[in-house]
């Protein structure tokens, strides 16, 4: 495991992760607040996908969330279009098991990917995208300390409504600040 909190883990995906990943990608309830292009993907497109992340890239950095008591997967965080000569990048995270929906383990993963962004790697800068129907993740956004940035309006179309993208966004020394304020 690479990073570790109370509750859980974050780890390379494997390939034995494509089936796990599969079936969250083609669950319509899942992927509705998280991706704007819900499809049915094939078994094939989604080992591509896995083996391309498995490969890596210098641009990304993908990660499954395992709970560790059980050590089962529960869904996916990942920093992409990182840009270290201007240290920013963008975060996404979902929690592809319903079953962990709501009960702090996203919370949990984010801050790890964050203290990963911010600590180990030294970027100035973490973003992200968010439907705007998806009020549960802005109001856990706002927690950890992002900041809203802007809107795309009317940018999804989503059971039979437009609805706006919310750009966020957090800087490191927010984040390290709002770390200190815990801890003290």
């Known amino acids: ?73 529960i869904g996916v965080t990942a920093l992409i279009q990182i840009d270290l000569k201007n240290r920013n990048a963008e975060c996404i995270i979902d929690i592809g098991a319903k079953d962990y929906w709501g009960k702090g383990y996203g919370s949990e993963a984010l801050k790890l990917l964050l203290d990963y962004a911010f600590l180990e790697m030294n970027l100035h800068r973490v973003s992200l995208r968010v439907f705007s129907f998806n009020e549960k993740a802005i109001k856990l956004y706002e927690r950890i300390g992002f900041q809203h940035e802007g809107i795309s309006r009317q940018l999804l179309f989503r059971a039979g409504k437009w609805h706006d993208i919310v750009q966020m966004g957090i800087l490191q020394e927010e984040y390290v600040s709002s770390l200190s304020e815990v801890r003290s």
């Open 1 to 73: 495991m690479l990073f570790q909190s109370a509750r859980v883990a974050l780890r390379k995906m494997t390939a034995e992760d494509a089936d796990v990943y599969h079936a969250w990608r083609n669950d319509v309830e899942v992927m509705q607040t998280t991706s704007p292009f819900i499809d049915n993907h094939t078994r094939e497109s989604t080992q591509e996908f896995v083996s391309q992340v498995i490969l890596g890239s210098s641009s990304s950095k993908s990660y499954i969330i395992v709970e560790k008591q059980t050590q089962t997967p």
